[in-house]
């Protein structure tokens, strides 16, 4: 399930579409995901979209709305959100202090 997860962090994914293509219920689903991965579903999605955020931050000139509609966010406002939880910075903070200068 995690490599189907890391190939399609970009669409829409939801817990229950995963749940059924595991054969299993969702709440079923979800206690063996977070099991297996130490994380709950939407934080494993979460952190492997602001992973490649990142990623392009610091390596692209797109726009952090681009971004964040590029690697499957689709909500600015989440994005933000969701950026600040893990990395303590916006995106643009993040941006400045870590990007390439092309």
């Not at 499957?72 to 993040?94: A, D, I, T, V």
Request: with cysteine; hydrophobic share 35%.
């Amino acid at each position: 399930m995690c490599t189907y997860i890391n190939q399609n962090y970009k669409n829409t994914l939801r817990l229950e579409d995963a749940a059924s293509m595991a054969n299993m219920s969702t709440t079923a689903f979800s206690r063996f995901f977070k099991k297996s991965t130490g994380k709950t579903f939407v934080s494993y999605v979460n952190e492997l979209r602001i992973g490649w955020a990142c990623k392009l931050l610091i390596e692209s000139e797109a726009t952090i709305a681009e971004i964040c509609y590029e690697v499957g966010f689709n909500n600015l406002s989440n994005f933000n959100r969701r950026f600040k939880e893990r990395h303590k910075m916006s995106p643009r903070k993040y941006r400045r202090q870590f990007a390439v200068k092309f």
